[in-house]
C-alpha cells in the first residue's frame, strides 16, 4: 500500500529579525493572500572603518577595525503568501533576503559587520573585497567583477494583484585605473539589466539577466551569478551550519592548484579531477578555496544547498547551457566554528557556501560578446522544505527520486503549493501509485510505495500532473 508521509523534522529557529539589524522588511503577521505586493523600506548595515577613492580602489591606510560605522540602505521588498524578498539596489544591485514564510528561514547569508580584506593582494579588480551577501550579478570580470558596491538603478516594470516585476540596470562605462593585469582594461559598454520577479502563488523567486552589447565590435567579458546561500537560518544570524550539502548532479570537480588540498578527501579521477563526494559537504572544506564542476555542469539544470539539520534547502533552476559554470567556495568548516562577536572581533571569515553560475567553465576564461549581441541568463530560485537530495528540478517542482528492490520512495516540493496535483509512479505497466496529492508548503511531501516482485522493467516513472491533466515533471529512477 502506498503512503504519504510528513516530511519535516529537525530544530526550529526563531523567526523574529534582530533590532540591531534594523532590517524593517521583517516577517509579519500580514494574512494570507493570493496577492503580491511591492513596497519600500531599509535597513542598516555596520562595516568596519573604510575609506574609498574616487575610482572605488581602497585608500592606503584607512581601515580601522576597531571602529564600526553604520551604512542605511534604501530597500524594496516584494512579498506574497510565502516569500519575503529584499533587494538592494544601491550597493550591487542585489537580492539581499529572500525568507521562507511558512518556516519563518531565511535562505541566503548577510554578514553582520562588513570587513574589507585582499587589499593590495591583485586578486580582485578593485584590490580589495568586502562581502555584503545574498545574490548579485558580476560582470565583466570575474572575481566579483567591478559592480558588486557600485549603484544599480531601479525600476518598476509591471506591479499588478498577480505579479511584480522590477529591474535593477547598470552600463560598465567605467574603468579602475590600477587595476591587477589580470583583468580586462577600460570599459566594456556592456548594458546589464536584472530582472526580479516575484508571481502570487509562486514560493519561487524568477529572475532574469540581460547582458547586451550595443556597439559595433565583439567584447571580451565574463558574466557569473553569485549566491551566498545559508538555507534554512534565523533571519537574525544567518549562516550556513555544519549540517550543509552542496547539491549538484555532478560527478566531479577540478581545483586551481591553490586548493589543491580541498580535494585531499575525495578519489582522484585524473586529469585534474576528484570525485565530488566528500567536498559536497561544508563539513569537509578544511580551509577556504575554489573548487570548479568538471568539465562543467554537463546538461544540469539545477544546483544550490541543503541544510539538513532542518532539511531545508534554496535550488537554483536555470538552463546551464547558457551558464555551463558552476564555482564553489567556502572560507572552510573552521568558519562555522567562529563565534566570536563580529562587532567585537569582525573577520572576513565567515560561515556561508558561495555558488557561482558563470557562462564559461572557469574564472578568467573569458567569453565573447558580439557587436549588438544579447545575453541572456534565466534563474528560479526556490526554497525547498522536507528533501534530503535532489535529482531532477524544473520551473514547477523540486523532487528527490530514488527505488530499491522494496519499493520507490519520493520526495519533492511544489512550486504552486497550492495547485491540486496528481502524482502517477509506474514500473512497466504496473502502477505502482496513482493518486490525487496536495502540496505541503511547510512540511514538503513524501510518497513511498513497495514494488511487487516479478514485476518487468528495471525503471519506475514518476510523472506529475495538474488536476486538469497539464504536466508539470516527469522523471525516471534506476531500481537498485
Given at each position: ?10 530544530v ?9 539589524f ?13 496577492s ?11 562595516t ?13 591606510g ?7 560605522v553604520d551604512?542605511?540602505?534604501?530597500t ?16 550591487g ?10 518556516t ?7 554578514t ?12 580582485f579588480y ?10 548579485f550579478?558580476?560582470?565583466?570580470d ?12 531601479f525600476?518598476?516594470?509591471k ?27 577600460g570599459?566594456?559598454?556592456i ?24 556597439q ?12 551566498t ?15 550543509a ?6 560527478q ?16 582522484s ?10 567536498l559536497?559537504?561544508?563539513k ?26 532542518n ?5 537554483r ?17 573552521p ?11 569582525p ?15 572557469q ?48 520526495q ?28 505541503n ?10 514494488i511487487?516482485?516479478?514485476g ?5 516513472r ?5 488536476a ?13
Open positions: 500500500m502506498a503512503t504519504q508521509v510528513p516530511a519535516r523534522s529537525g526550529r529557529f526563531a523567526a523574529a529579525l534582530s533590532a540591531a534594523a532590517f524593517h522588511s521583517a516577517v509579519d503577521a500580514a494574512p494570507i493572500s493570493d503580491v505586493s511591492l513596497s519600500e523600506s531599509s535597513i542598516s548595515w555596520s568596519v572603518k573604510y575609506a574609498t577613492s574616487a575610482e572605488s580602489g581602497f585608500v592606503s584607512s581601515l580601522d577595525k576597531k571602529t564600526i551604512r542605511t540602505f534604501k524594496h521588498v516584494l512579498e506574497n503568501r510565502y516569500l519575503k524578498v529584499t533587494l538592494v539596489p544601491e550597493f544591485g542585489r537580492i539581499l533576503s529572500i525568507i521562507y514564510k511558512p519563518g528561514h531565511e535562505q541566503l547569508y548577510r553582520e559587520v562588513g570587513v574589507p580584506y585582499g587589499i593590495s593582494a591583485g586578486n578593485y584590490d580589495w573585497l568586502m562581502v555584503y551577501g545574498g545574490i550579478p558580476t560582470f565583466p570575474p572575481e566579483h567583477g567591478r559592480t558588486w558596491l557600485k549603484p544599480w538603478d525600476k518598476i516594470v506591479e499588478s494583484a498577480q505579479e511584480v516585476t522590477v529591474s535593477m540596470s547598470l552600463k560598465d562605462d567605467f574603468a579602475y585605473s590600477a587595476a591587477p593585469a589580470q583583468f580586462l582594461k570599459a566594456t559598454g548594458e546589464a539589466t536584472y530582472y526580479v520577479t516575484l508571481k502570487a502563488d509562486r514560493a519561487a523567486l524568477d529572475t532574469r539577466v540581460l547582458l547586451r552589447n550595443p559595433d565590435k565583439t567584447v571580451d567579458y565574463e558574466y557569473w551569478t553569485c549566491m546561500l545559508a538555507p534554512g537560518s534565523d533571519p537574525n544570524n544567518p549562516k550556513t551550519t555544519g549540517g550539502e552542496i547539491i549538484a548532479p555532478i566531479a570537480y577540478s581545483t586551481p592548484a591553490w586548493s589543491a588540498n580541498l580535494s585531499e578527501g575525495d578519489e579521477l585524473g586529469l585534474g579531477r576528484s570525485r565530488f563526494e566528500k559536497r559537504y561544508f569537509n572544506w578544511p580551509t577556504m578555496g575554489i573548487a570548479y564542476a568538471a568539465p562543467d555542469m554537463q546538461g544540469g539544470n539545477f544546483w544550490g544547498v541543503i541544510n539538513h539539520d532539511e531545508e534547502g534554496i535550488i533552476i536555470a538552463d546551464n547551457r547558457v551558464t555551463p559554470g558552476l564555482k564553489m567556495w567556502t572560507w572552510g568548516f568558519s562555522f566554528t567562529n563565534e566570536a562577536d563580529a562587532r567585537k572581533d573577520s572576513e571569515a565567515r560561515p556561508y557556501v558561495e555558488l557561482w553560475a558563470g557562462v564559461s567553465d574564472f578568467f576564461h573569458r567569453a565573447k560578446l558580439p557587436a549588438g549581441g544579447e545575453v541572456s541568463v534565466t534563474e528560479t530560485y526556490s526554497p525547498i522544505v522536507g528533501m534530503s537530495n535532489a535529482t531532477d528540478a524544473n520551473e514547477n517542482i523540486v523532487i528527490n527520486l530514488s527505488a530499491a528492490a522494496s519499493g520507490v520512495n519520493l519533492f516540493f511544489s512550486i504552486e503549493p497550492a495547485a491540486p496535483l496528481r502524482v502517477t509512479l509506474k514500473r512497466g505497466d504496473a502502477i505502482l501509485f496513482n493518486d490525487a496529492v496536495k502540496a508548503p511547510k512540511n514538503g511531501n513524501r510518497i513511498s510505495a513497495p511487487p516482485a516479478g518487468s522493467g528495471e525503471q519506475v514518476l510523472t506529475i500532473m495538474t486538469d491533466g497539464r504536466e508539470l515533471i516527469a522523471a525516471e529512477t534506476r531500481i537498485r
